[in-house]
């Protein structure tokens, strides 16, 4: 088995590579002198994600083949099934098995098929001045909005009317005032934490961060109302 040749396999963005099953590889001499050889792994692959439209977000899960000091004047590399040297979609790409998640729907030409697992088709492209192989397999997924919705959105539009809700009381009820301005701008700072306990903190625009943000400002602006009316009422007395 160690004399067989056998070619480098890169993978774009990889994290770790482990086996499964305890074997190895697997090799097939055929009749014909034809050698095959396979190898079952388990990778992990770092893909990029882009956080603008959470909780409406939407990514591409994506795996890149290639050989690694190979071209393809030597080595074709191809999705099984698919045409060699032929750009575009080709062949099998990724095959998922049933699976679900509270946080993620997956879908397959519009449709989520978690539940039922899923078949992707693979991509032939052809790289520097096409002498390099890549074949690229991905999928589509998208955030489950509902949490972050019943437990940020709504939460926060109902602090807002709390907080504007200090406006119709009597300017000398300044403890019930006090309660209705400040309790909802610590709220909106537990919400905006509750957000980045879901999503990996850092500086990158996002909406839902935007909007809490400007949730925050509006309650504020209430406290700065209750402060300049009891200073005024002060005045007056």
Same mark, same amino acid.
């Given at each position: 088995?160690?004399?067989?040749?056998?070619?480098?396999?890169?993978?774009?963005?990889?994290?770790?590579?482990?086996?499964?099953?305890?074997?190895?590889?697997?090799?097939?001499?055929?009749?014909?002198?034809?050698?095959?050889?396979?190898?079952?792994?388990?990778?992990?692959?770092?893909?990029?994600?882009?956080?603008?439209?959470?909780?409406?977000?939407?990514?591409?899960?994506? $795996?890149? /083949? &290639?050989?690694?000091?190979?071209?393809?004047?030597?080595?074709? @590399?191809? +999705? !099984?099934?698919? %045409? =060699?040297?032929?750009?575009?979609?080709?062949?099998?790409?990724?095959?998922?098995?049933?699976?679900?998640?509270?946080?993620?729907?997956?879908?397959?030409?519009?449709?989520?098929?978690?539940?039922?697992?899923?078949?992707?088709?693979?991509?032939?492209?052809?790289?520097?001045?096409?002498?390099?192989?890549?074949?690229?397999?991905?999928?589509?997924?998208?955030?489950?909005?509902?949490?972050?919705?019943?437990?940020?959105?709504?939460?926060?539009?109902?602090? $807002?009317? /709390? &907080?504007?809700?200090?406006?119709?009381?009597?300017?000398?009820? @300044?403890? +019930? !005032?006090?309660? %209705? =301005?400040?309790?909802?701008?610590?709220?909106?700072?537990?919400?905006?934490?509750?957000?980045?306990?879901?999503?990996?903190?850092?500086?990158?625009?996002?909406?839902?961060?935007?909007?809490?943000?400007?949730?925050?400002?509006?309650?504020?602006?209430?406290?700065?109302?209750?402060?300049?009316?009891?200073?005024?009422?002060?005045?007056?007395?």
């Amino acid at each position: 088995m160690s004399k067989i040749w056998v070619p480098d396999m890169y993978v774009d963005r990889l994290i770790r590579k482990e086996h499964i099953g305890g074997v190895k590889a697997v090799a097939r001499v055929s009749s014909d002198g034809s050698v095959s050889r396979s190898e079952h792994v388990l990778v992990s692959v770092q893909t990029p994600t882009e956080m603008h439209d959470v909780p409406f977000d939407r990514h591409m899960g994506e $795996i890149l /083949v &290639s050989s690694y000091s190979q071209s393809n004047s030597n080595v074709r @590399v191809i +999705a !099984r099934g698919g %045409l =060699s040297g032929v750009e575009g979609e080709s062949g099998v790409g990724l095959v998922a098995e049933p699976m679900s998640s509270s946080t993620w729907s997956f879908d397959a030409n519009g449709d989520n098929v978690a539940e039922m697992g899923f078949t992707t088709k693979g991509s032939m492209q052809l790289e520097f001045d096409g002498s390099w192989d890549y074949v690229r397999m991905h999928f589509r997924f998208e955030r489950r909005p509902k949490y972050l919705i019943e437990q940020v959105v709504l939460p926060s539009i109902l602090f $807002i009317w /709390v &907080s504007c809700v200090q406006f119709y009381v009597a300017p000398t009820a @300044v403890p +019930a !005032r006090t309660f %209705l =301005s400040v309790i909802p701008v610590l709220m909106m700072r537990m919400l905006t934490q509750v957000i980045y306990g879901t999503v990996p903190e850092g500086s990158q625009q996002m909406w839902l961060a935007d909007y809490m943000t400007v949730s925050l400002v509006l309650c504020l602006s209430a406290v700065v109302e209750f402060a300049a009316v009891h200073y005024h009422c002060q005045v007056e007395a």
